[in-house]
């Protein structure tokens, strides 16, 4: 496998000098500095989205990759079951209110998105901003993002404009799907699972690779906008992780404004999940050449928008709690999967995720300074290495 992998980088290095779509942004004016993508409303313990909300403020905290001239929000009621009727928005320790269409108030129809008139706030790259949304009826069930590694605060009545934050806290973000930038020169969208999203990363730290990665890009005034979802598939869809990656790519990741690459780390899920109920359903068993023809299809479609698309290889996850024989059949994709991203010449650029976080002893384990402890995913350290590596495809 050493030698293979050594071939294979050959071709990598190769593949990374030489990137047939030269894309630039498809609006020139605004660049999405932070986003994230929306999930069906999921009962589990610590979110609210099978309730909603009722005459409360939802208070929520996100990271700039980059700054920019002026801001404007985007709001989400994707899976939402009836209209979100929304009382105000306000932003920041100022309590800045957001207007659409010149009104404080706006109303969201069902599996729509909105986007507020534009706001005249300088920002700075990596600026924590702080929105307070208040509704003074009843939500139903919340469109939202369930591992945001974030803290929200939901309080009862209106407190639009008030410093303190109080009330009950989540971690997922609820409605706030993007916050985009004019003066950016554009935006990386790192598209995939829980790897991209982040998961197990120290939370409230911001600490996932794609912030790492918005660090690196910071002199160039590109955003980054991380449209990644714990337990995301590329080719099934279970209720509790997202639309299947295929089919949301157009919209969470081609739909960003000024999208001009796009990193794509996807597949683990439907190679080792396959056949497993986790509490969300079971997927079948999926093949090499099924997750290559996954691939194929959204590098097709970032290639007819003049978007960059980078293939992301699929990190080690070998575990002592994984049967022999299991393991050796995921291992077995993997490995097919892994080798196509980096000689097929399909994408734009590799980034070689397994190498990055490999472990030199044993290439199908994620190296012990990396690893979060569960084998499968980085740990702070690990995210700041695949950030590494993804810059220099950038």
């Known amino acids: 496998m050493r030698t293979t992998l050594l071939a294979a980088l050959a071709l990598t290095a190769a593949a990374l000098v030489t990137s047939p779509a030269q894309a630039m942004p498809r609006d020139p004016t605004w660049s999405a500095a932070w986003a994230t993508a929306m999930q069906r409303p999921t009962p589990a313990t610590g979110n609210w989205s099978t309730t909603g909300f009722h005459h409360q403020t939802i208070r929520q905290t996100i990271r700039l990759s980059t700054g920019g001239r002026s801001l404007r929000i985007r709001l989400s009621n994707q899976y939402g079951t009836k209209p979100l009727h929304l009382t105000g928005l306000t932003l920041g320790e100022r309590h800045l209110t957001a207007t659409f269409h010149g009104s404080p108030r706006t109303t969201i129809a069902t599996g729509r998105t909105i986007t507020s008139d534009p706001l005249n706030l ?20 919340a469109t939202f993002h369930e591992d945001a590694l974030t803290t929200t605060y939901a309080a009862d009545d209106n407190h639009l404009y008030d410093d303190a934050a109080g009330g009950e806290t989540s971690h997922s973000v609820y409605y706030l799907t993007g916050v985009d930038v004019t003066g950016a020169t554009g935006t990386v969208v790192t598209f995939g699972d829980s790897i991209t999203n982040g998961h197990n990363s ?45 089919s ?5 990741a081609l739909g960003q404004p000024g999208v001009r ?19 969300c359903g079971v997927t ?40 022999p024989a299991e393991f050796a059949r995921a291992e077995a994709i993997r490995d097919q999967v892994n080798h196509w ?33 569960d084998h499968l995913h980085p740990n702070d350290a690990g995210y700041a290495a695949l950030a590494a590596v993804a810059a220099g495809t950038i």
């Open 284 to 323: 079948p068993r999926v093949t090499a050449e099924q997750l290559i023809g996954g691939y194929r299809r959204m590098i097709a479609a970032a290639h007819a928008h003049g978007v960059r698309i980078v293939g992301g290889t699929i990190t080690p996850f070998k575990a002592d709690y994984m049967e």
């Open 248 to 252: 949301r790519f157009d919209r969470d």
């Open 202 to 246: 120290t939370v409230g730290a911001d600490h996932r690779y794609s912030d790492a990665l918005a660090q690196r890009l910071r002199t160039r005034r590109l955003g980054v906008a991380n449209v990644g979802i714990t337990g995301n598939l590329l080719l099934s869809e279970l209720p509790c992780f997202g639309a299947q990656g295929v």
């Open 261 to 279: 690459t796009v990193i794509v780390e996807e597949g683990e899920n439907d190679i080792w999940d396959s056949e497993h109920n986790f509490g």
């Open 122 to 141: 300088a920002t700075t790259a990596g600026e924590q901003l702080t929105f307070s949304l208040y509704v003074d009826g009843a939500t139903g069930p």
């Open 341 to 373: 991203i980096r000689t097929s010449g399909q994408y734009d650029a590799v980034a070689d995720f397994a190498l990055a976080v490999g472990d030199p002893a044993d290439e199908q384990r994620l190296d012990p300074a990396y690893d979060s402890g």
